[in-house]
């Protein structure tokens, strides 16, 4: 069974950090871009950031430029968000997501394959 899962979030004041972690079940990540999205209640979702399958490109959205790192490591064929600097909002679940795109990032939800379940990233003091 193919399958995303994503862990790492939590509860962090504002200042703090999390790291988002994706792991990949029943599939290798090599050959996939993997971003990542946010939905906050009441608002759409939003592309944060995306890495190419190699890792050599990578993309963020204003909001979250100079504060968030993607990164990724196929050997365990995890992909990671590090957030820093956190603001009340980045409240979210944050879901990742796999693209069967080699050596590209990709923005648009819609080209992605498969969808991790979702944590829950909550900034609050």
């Known amino acids: 069974q193919l399958q995303l899962v994503e862990s790492g979030g939590g509860l962090v004041q504002p200042g703090g950090s999390l790291r988002l972690s994706c792991a990949a079940s029943?599939?290798?990540?090599?050959?996939?871009?993997i971003g990542w999205f946010r939905q906050a209640p009441g608002k759409e979702r939003e592309g944060v950031s995306c890495?190419?399958?190699?890792?050599?490109?990578?993309n963020y959205a204003d909001s979250v430029k100079g504060r968030f790192t993607i990164s990724r490591d196929n050997a365990k064929n995890t992909v990671y968000l590090q957030m820093n600097s956190l603001k009340p909002e980045d409240t979210a679940v944050y879901y990742c997501?796999?693209?069967?795109?080699?050596?590209?990032?990709?923005?648009?939800?819609?080209?992605?394959?498969?969808w991790g379940q979702g944590t829950q990233v909550t900034v609050s003091s």
């Open positions: 890495i190419s399958s190699s890792g050599g490109s990578t």
């Open positions: 029943g599939f290798t990540l090599d050959y996939y871009a």
């Open positions: 997501a796999a693209a069967a795109v080699y050596e590209a990032v990709v923005a648009q939800a819609h080209e992605y394959d498969y």
